[in-house]
T-cell receptor, first 113, second 110 residues
Framework: GENVEQHPSTLSVQEGDSAVIKCTYS??????FPWYKQELGKRPQLIID?????GEKKDQRIAVTLNKTAKHFSLHITETQPEDSAVYFC????????????FGKGTHLIIQP | DTAVSQTPKYLVTQMGNDKSIKCEQN?????MYWYKQDSKKFLKIMFS???????INETVPNRFSPKSPDKAHLNLHINSLELGDSAVYFC?????????FGQGTRLTVV
């Protein structure tokens, strides 16, 4: 089955700086790569996603890049703000159907004031 | 109107008891899941249902039994609860891409 590795497990950055979280996946058939944000005590919520036919996608301060050849994808957050503090999960799936999302182990992002 | 709702939000029970968690989605999705989030925050899929049929059954003790009466509902029944079952359980539904999660059920076995 799919295996998703995520690094780092904890990331502390100064407010206003950029944050980068990296993930690798093992199954070359995976074609859908979402990122979820989970605030303390809340449910995971999608913040951005990318399909395998696209190399990069941006939405305001967040962007995701995908390298299919190397089987890795990254989340970039620019101009970090205190409300960006949360646990971020990357995931991979074959998209549609009922294969489910295989999640990385999460990155606890801490924004230092 | 909540897209994926699960109840209860908190569940405290003694070892050996049987309990159920209910989940309902109003998104019209065919696929629903149960995920377990342990104390280290790792999200692991337990079950996947597509249009009421079980598709994925990960390595989960058979004390856990999902039931899908229709494609909008996926309930989780747990028999003979153990201390190690304490976790947050999330229901989710998925269309072609995004998976929507319920609010989670924090299960504490004492």
């Amino acid at each position: 089955g799919e295996n998703v590795e995520q690094h780092p497990s904890t990331l502390s950055v100064q407010e206003g700086d950029s944050a980068v979280i990296k993930c690798t996946y093992s199954d070359s058939a995976s074609n859908y790569f979402p990122w979820y944000k989970q605030e303390l005590g809340k449910r995971p919520q999608l913040i951005i996603d990318i399909r395998s036919n696209v190399g990069e996608k941006k939405d305001q301060r967040i962007a995701v890049t995908l390298n299919k050849t190397a089987k890795h994808f990254s989340l970039h957050i620019t101009e970090t703000q205190p409300e960006d503090s949360a646990v971020y999960f990357c995931a991979a799936s074959k998209g549609g159907g009922a294969d489910g999302l295989t999640f990385g182990k999460g990155t606890h992002l801490i924004i230092q004031p | 109107d909540t897209a994926v709702s699960q109840t209860p939000k908190y569940l405290v029970t003694q070892m050996g008891n049987d309990k159920s968690i209910k989940c309902e989605q109003n998104l019209g999705h065919d696929t629903m899941y149960w995920y377990k989030q342990d104390s280290k925050k790792f999200l692991k899929i337990m079950f996947s249902y597509n249009n009421k049929e079980l598709i994925i059954n990960e390595t989960v003790p058979n004390r856990f039994s999902p039931k899908s009466p229709d494609k909008a509902h996926l309930n989780l029944h747990i028999n003979s609860l153990e201390l190690g079952d304490s976790a947050v359980y999330f229901c989710a539904s998925q269309g072609l891409t995004e998976a929507f999660f319920g609010q989670g059920t924090r299960l504490t076995v004492v």
